[in-house]
Every structure is written in C-alpha cells, then in structure tokens.
C-alpha cells in the first residue's frame, strides 16, 4: 500500500465522520462567503511539493485551519445565491464508497452494477417525474455536459453527415440554436463548442411580465431563417430560468418545432425535480413531446456535486453520434449498453449510487415534503417583499426563487441598480446570508433562492431583515449630511 | 433534514469506514471481473422508487447483497486491464470532505480554496514533472474532456472566429487534425464534437517495430493538405499510447509544427505520471515546447476517478474559447480566475482536494517508489515473457504494460488471434485475473498493465501461470481426439 496501513483507515476514517458530523450540525456557525482573500491559500501553502509522506493529523489540521476559511458554505442555512442545494448526508457516504470502489463506469463489464443502477434509479426518477417510457436516462457530471450532449445528437440529426465530414469546407447551410435571453449559458456554450457560432445562437423575444420565449417569434424567426437558407439544429425551451425560474410554454413550442422538424431541447436542470410534486407535475408536461430534457439532481433532490440526468428519445442518434471503435477496448457483444459510446466522456465516476442512496434513504415522500417546503418558504417570502413599503417584486415567482427589489424614491435607473448592488454587498459581507443577483429588463435584482433543507422560516426572517436593515442605512446615509 | 438524524450521521459513517477497510484489506477474495449476467441487478431491484424512506441497514445490506457483486475489481491486485489504477485511501477521505462540502468551484468567490488549491497542487506537480512555468494547469474530470478543452483552444487559436461565427455556412478551409493509430479515441471523439469530422482526423503512419508516429510522414502530410488547401489545427502526440505506451516523437514532432504555426497537443494521460522519476524525466522532455499536455492523475497518481489535468501555454485564449457573461452570474472583478471561463463545465467538483492529500500523504518520494515498482514487475513479467517458448513478446515495453502472445506453431494468423482470444477469455472467467487486449498490425495480443498499488510480484506469477496453464490446455484440447 502507497500510504497509511489499513488498521490506521479506520480510525482515520472516523475522525473524518466526526468532523462532518460537527459541521452538518452547524454550518450555520461559518461565515456563508468565504472571507479569503485572493492569494491567501497560496501564501500559506508551501511552493513546492513535500518530498516524504505526511502525517494524517498534519494534513487534516491543514484543512481545517487553511481549507475550511477558504470555504464558501452551500451547506450554510441561509446560502440563498445561484441554486441553493444540500445533499442527503447518506450520499456523502455513497460518495466515499464509489471512491473505494473506484469503478469506472465506462463499459457494462467495467462494472455491471454500476450501468444497471443507473439504468433503475432513472427508470424509478423518470416514473416520478411522469415521463414517458420512450425517454431513456443517462447519468453525466454537469447539466453543461448533459446540455451540449443533447446538442450534439441535434446536429447529427440534421443528418448531414457532421460526424463523418465536419462542418468546414463543406457547402453546408449555417446552423442555428434558438434560446432566449434567460436561456442558461451552457447552452450557448455547447453551440460555440459545436461549431454553431455565437452569432446562430438565436434570442427569441421573451414576453415582458413572464419572461418566457413567444411561440409566435420563435416561429416568425425559424421561417425568416429558412427562407434565408439556413438550418434549425436546436430549440431549446426552458423550465425554470435561472434569473426567475419562469418556464418557456413548450407544449406550444414542441407543435411549432414538430411542424419544422427541429429538435426541441427542454432544459429543466434546476425545476424538473418540482415535477415529482403532482401540483407541480404540469411543469414537464409539454416536455413530454420534446426530443431530450435535462434535469439536475444535484440542483434539488439531495445528492452533491456532481450528477446531472439526460433524458433521451433517440438512443441509438445519441450512439452514432458519438461511439468509436478502440482496439484496446474491444468487448464481448452481449447485447448491453456501454456508456462511454453516449458521450464525450470515456471514464465515468459510479454516480448512480449516491442518487439510489438518497432516493431510499428519503423515498419519494421525504423528497416531496422537502421541495414543497422550499416552495412555501420561497411564497412566504414573496408575501413579506410584497407588502413591505419600498419594496417590489421584479418577477413571478412559481417555485423557490423570488427576485425583488428596493425602490427607494427619488433614485434614477443606475441609482437604483447601485442602491440594490450596496444593499446586496452588505449582506454578503456581515457572512450572515449570501445571495446573488440578476438583472431583468437590464435592471439589477436581487435574487434569492431557497434549496438548502437547513433553511428554516427564520433563516429566511433573517435575510429579509438584513436586507431591510441594509437598506435603510443606505438611505440613511444618502439622506444625512 | 431531510434524513437521518446527525447522531445516527456518525455511527452510519463509521460503519462505511469499516465496510471500506475490509474491503482494502482483501480486494482479492472477490472475483476480479464481475460475474454478473445482463439484467442481473435491474431484475434485482424493485421496478418503483419507494414511497416512504427506508432505513440505512436496509440500504446497507442492498449494497452488499446486489451492487458488490456487480463490481469489477479495479482494486484487485490482478486487475491487469486498460490501465490498472489505484487511489491512496486518504483520498477517499478527501472525496467524502469534498461530498460534504458540496462547494461549487465554477467560480473563485463560490469557495476560494477550491481554486487556489488546484493551483497550489498543479503547481507542486508541474514542477514535480519538470515541465516549464509557463504552463498553467487546470483540473478536469476526464482526459477526455481536458483533450477536447485543448483542441477547442486549438480551433480558436487559427483565428478564423470560429467562436462567433461558427464553422457551417461560410467560405471555410477544411480542418485536420493529425494524430496516429494509436492515438486514444478521445481525440477522434473531440474532433467530431468540435465538428471538424472523423475523416479529417488523419492518421499518420507509425514506425512498425515502435508504434511511434514518423516525423517526415507528418511533415510530408502537413505540407500535402496545405498545398490542397486545408488548414491544420492541431497535431496530438502521445506520450504512452495506451495499446502499448509507445510514445511519439514529441520533439522532432515539435519542430514540425512550429515551423508551420500547428498546435501542438501532447496526450500524456498514462504515462506523464511516470516523468516524476528522474529516470522518466525524458518522457515530458519534449513536451517542453507543446501547446497543451493532459495527464491524469486519477491514473497513476493515487487518486480516485475523476480527475485530469491539462497543462496549457495560452490561458487567455482558453479564456476567449469558453467564457460566458450571464446576468446570474455576475462577479466582483476581484482580478481572481474563475475556472468557469475556461471550459464547456460550468459547475465543478472540489477536485483538488483529493490530489492535495494524496501528495502530502505519500510524498514525492512515495508516489515515485510506487511507481518504480510497477515498472519494475511489468520489466519482470516481460523477461518471463521473453524466455518462455512458444510466448513473444508484442512491442517495446518500457514502462508498466506489457503486450504479449502466445504463438504455438501450426496456427494461422486468424487461428492464433482466436487463440489468444480464448486464452484471454479463459483467464478472465476463472475470477482470479482480468486482463484486457489490444490489436498490433491487425493482429490480437494479449495486454496486461501494471498500476494497481497491492500488485505483488506474487500476483503477476499467478496471472502468468494462468496464462500458460490456459494456453497448456488450449493446445491440449485442440490436438488431442
């Protein structure tokens, strides 16, 4: 063995499970922003590598006196930015099995059970959500890989031979990928990736008070661009924006792209999970005509960094799309599926353990008591926003997301905007809360987002509180000579 | 929460320590290669998610029962296929820190730590490797992706605006990306997903007896697709071949391609590791001079999948491939790297934590003796080899794998590869060994790499016992009535 004998494991094993015990049972106890600043870690980091082993109580006083500092808590009750998330602690168990194991998923002999759980827990995920059976699942790391696969097998839907020829010094038409201004960016990524061009990824008007795509410019749009001769590759519709989680109507958008013959894309990454709810299974509904949809277990049903499900009609595009022949990965034909021909990815981490885990270790129940939690967390909130003085709310808030405002009077628009920017600052800074912004109509919002199962009423009283708190010594200070 | 209580949290971890550290202790009582029939654990596992939570012993005991015995052993000390890996168990510690943490490091703010300590680590490691300062590494999670990040770099490098406008509908050349036979599929696969088509990956001819790409055969097809109007976008060479470990030219190669202006990539994904050796330091020398390299740690470095590195020159223009403003995600210019912008990902794991503990758990000098001793039983199962009759060796073996066959006489080409093939197959069911292939000049050998930390000289004497017990019994059966 390269290191610790294995009587030292178990020990050191458990002094780790203490240590995150204690942190589970406050993170609430550090700072929700790290306090860093830029360099601090490299300085206090040697420069150069140690030349003989450590001790195992060097190295884990180290993370906790240099690493933890350095954390930013998503695991603290009150991170409310971007999509606030928690894992089930009984995945972080899975995760450390999966790296024991140290399987690699890549072909079905490589670990039989780890492509065949796969296969089940997104059959029973895929159940939940009320998708049809004609949608297969398979496990990637990001929703900016699932994302760009399932761009990917649009492009070689066009069948124009891309896989073979490319797409350069060819008389190709040019390619276009439709989105909105609230659409995520790995989606524009994924096309620049794929050699659209950022130019072709096209914005369709947003209606102003919904923020979801219009039917009827998204159809003008594709027409417009056919009669110039070029070609659809890509809608992409999304259900639960990452600025409001407004959702585009994509019941309507699958009839327009049905007629067309374009691929339609549904990105559910962060709301998909809310369809497990039956008052929130209308979310997907439209989706089920659509050719691929992409939701993040990791965003909201419990499990950490990183898993993320693509749901597929067409498996065997996806296959052409991307399987190759190696001769050192030559393997029986048994009739299975081997991941690695659906994917840029050839090495695949054993990531449908911690989703198993934490599906049996909640059941559907617990993961339903817990969205809706954050749903009723997120309207109560709205209510407090709404009904305060000052205050507004910049956006329809469905699900666990609520963008708002302080509009104090008397401030322009860029007046207004660095007001919410200082009040924002503020808050961040006592490292009470942390939360992020957005901006709609170009104007700045803040932004909060309730995901993490510590968050209780009262974290949320306090937020709200230092938000007011924050913004009333703004103004105070602006007043006051 | 939505799970067990914290007090249960300790006691269940404690329990995953104690699973994790019989398993290390015996990896080599299970059966290497999973005995498991298609459909086996699907047929196992209920066809429904259950409703109400279930408790841990229950999920536990499921664990044991139904996913283990699906496993493929890549801790066994006779797992001797595709690269055969093992993860200090330190660092499954660190992936469980990592799970618990669950921080996001897309950006530097969302855990400072996160970022700086990749750079710390990558640092420690580039200079462990002797490569050059002016590579900056950056973590990914697989080689596959970390090659298609530098061939993506590599596209937008030929200023032709790729990113913006895209590669489909406009007066473009054709693209070509110049690798060999032996080149891992990974890079056939980026190009086809960065659309520059599986017919302008040329495949350059190798030396017979060294499987390493010729020189002149690249300059005289570089200098022929220009002359035809095609533009080269990159040249990838090997270092360690995966059929093999062959490693390409990289210096005349070097040469080549900077008096043309190509990239040049270095896929060092095996065999970079084997460079900490002062023995092995050649193996990067002429990698000095390359536009990228890839190597992976979670290879031959004593970390669990995944994690891979890509050491680039031209960090501002991996920027300018990649990076995205959205409204969400605004930031401070605090002038600090938001490892977001330089890749298709946008969320990423805390990966370098692991790498961390790993090098300061082992030392310099731990990773290089391990090292030293699995080249040094590959050497040895090589001259075993060599002196049997009836046995050849395949190619060069310089490092850790070893390609082999068995060539009783009488056989044709086709009969002696199905042969070996049986052999294989033969070895591979006892449960005791697993070995993989590879084919040389279109023929089969047999491949067995060495990698895995509790690989005794003991174990590679069983595998070569069962090989020729296997071969003994082939010929027996094929000669006798």
Sequence with gaps: ?????????????????????????????????????????????????????????????????????????????????????????????????????????????????ATELEDVTLGWLREMLGLPEAFHGIVYDTASISGFTALAAAREALDLDVRARGLAGRDLPTLRVYITEHTHSHIEKGAIALGIGRENVVKVPCDPDTFA??????????????????????????????????????????????????????????????????????????????????????????????????????????????????????????????????????????????????????????????????????QELAQWVAAEAGWEISAPHPLSVVCFRHVPPGLDDAACDAHNLAIMDAVNATGEAYLSNTRLHGRFVLRIAIGNDRTTRDDVLAVWKLLRDAARQRVLATVTP
């Design 213 to 378: 795509m219009r039917p009827d410019a998204l159809a003008r749009l594709l027409d417009e661009d056919r009669a110039r001769g070029m070609r659809a590759m890509a809608v992409t519709a999304t259900v639960g924006t990452t600025s409001t989680t407004s959702s585009d109507p994509v019941a309507a958008i699958r009839e327009i792209t049905r007629e067309r013959g374009v691929w339609l894309h549904v990105d559910a990454a962060y709301a998909g999970p809310a369809a497990i709810l039956p008052e929130f299974r209308w979310l997907l509904d439209g989706a089920h005509g659509a050719d691929s949809i992409v939701l993040n277990p990791h965003k909201w049903l419990f499990v950490p960094v990183d898993l993320s499900v693509l749901y597929i009609r067409h498996l065997d595009l996806l296959r052409r799309t991307f399987s190759l022949e190696a001769v050192y990965l030559e393997l029986p034909d048994t009739g299975v599926r081997n991941y690695m021909d659906y994917g840029l990815q050839l090495g695949r981490r054993f990531r449908a353990l911690k989703l198993w885990f934490a599906m049996r270790t909640l059941g559907v129940r617990g993961m339903q008591d817990a969205l809706r939690a954050h749903i009723a967390l997120a």
């Design 1 to 113: 063995m390269t290191s610790d004998t294995s009587s030292d494991f178990r020990a050191q094993f458990e002094r780790i499970g203490a240590w995150i015990e204690a942190y589970y049972r406050d993170p609430g106890r550090y700072p929700v922003l790290s306090r860093a600043e830029p360099g601090d870690l490299i300085r206090a980091l040697p420069a150069r590598p140690p030349q003989e082993g450590e001790a195992f109580d060097a190295i884990l006083a180290d993370f906790e006196r240099l690493i933890v500092p350095g954390i930013t808590h998503w695991n603290h009750p009150r991170f409310f930015a971007y999509f606030a998330i928690s894992a089930a602690p009984i995945t972080v168990m899975a995760e450390a099995l999966a790296a024991a194991l140290d399987a690699n998923a890549m072909a079905w002999r490589t670990s039989p059970a």
